[in-house]
Every structure is written in structure tokens, then in C-alpha cells.
Nanobody, 123 residues
Framework: QVQLVESGGGLVQAGGSLRLSCAASGRTFSSYAMGWFRQAPGKEREFVAAISLSGSSTYYADSVKGRFTISRDNAKNTVYLQMNSLKPEDTAVYYC????????????????WGQGTQVTVSS
């Protein structure tokens, strides 16, 4: 199993940038594909981005493609989400998640979740 803790959230103006981090505890981080999801108040949790074990493959939701970049550093047991050109509609709690071997865009296929970090984008 793996334990996940997100950080790096905060308040930023529209057009600005934030870099989220997800630190994983455990000895088998490199055996997990990682994903980022987000959830706004009153809305369903939605897929944002995912990355394969080695970081060689990535996948993004259409709403963030070209603005967000997911990456990982297996030596540091950390996955990142670089968010540029932020919009007010990006405001949400952002969660990192892990599943064995292959990434997925389906939140129901991830077994491990962090507690989330708040991202607020002002107009």
C-alpha cells in the first residue's frame, strides 16, 4: 500500500500558476501509476491527469490539456502537477491517487487517495 499527502495549493489570480506536490510514503512508489483528480463544491470528482510508472506516458482531461503538466520523480517518491494559465473554473480541492501498474481516467479504479489540497483561482 501507499500513503499520499498533497501540498502546494493556495490562492492565485486568474492567469497565474501553481505547482502541486504529492508525497508518497512506502517502498513501492515506482510500482504505482498516479493520477490527479479535483472536486468543486457540489460537483462530482473529476479526472485531471495521469502518469505511468516511469513517467513516459501521460494523459490529460480536455479541460486542462495544454495548461497542466503531470510529472513524477520516483527517487523522491513524489508526483507533481504544474498548473499554468489558471482559470476560476479550476477552483477545487485537488487529490492525488495511486493504482497498481497502469494509469486510468476512472476515479473508481484508484485504490489509494490523498486528503486533498485546496486550489482557489480568483477573477
Amino acid at each position: 500500500q501507499v500513503q499520499l499527502v498533497e501540498s502546494g495549493g493556495g490562492l492565485v489570480q486568474a492567469g497565474g500558476s501553481l505547482r502541486l506536490s504529492c508525497a508518497a510514503s512506502g517502498r513501492t512508489f515506482s510500482s504505482y501509476a498516479m493520477g490527479w483528480f479535483r472536486q468543486a463544491p457540489g460537483k462530482e470528482r473529476e479526472f485531471v491527469a495521469a502518469i505511468s510508472l516511469s513517467g513516459s506516458s501521460t494523459y490529460y482531461a480536455d479541460s486542462v490539456k495544454g495548461r497542466f503538466t503531470i510529472s513524477r520523480d520516483n527517487a523522491k517518491n513524489t508526483v507533481y502537477l504544474q498548473m499554468n494559465s489558471l482559470k476560476p473554473e479550476d477552483t477545487a480541492v485537488y487529490y492525488c491517487a495511486a493504482r497498481r501498474y497502469y494509469y486510468s481516467v476512472n476515479k473508481n479504479e484508484y485504490a489509494y487517495w490523498g486528503q486533498g489540497t485546496q486550489v482557489t483561482v480568483s477573477s
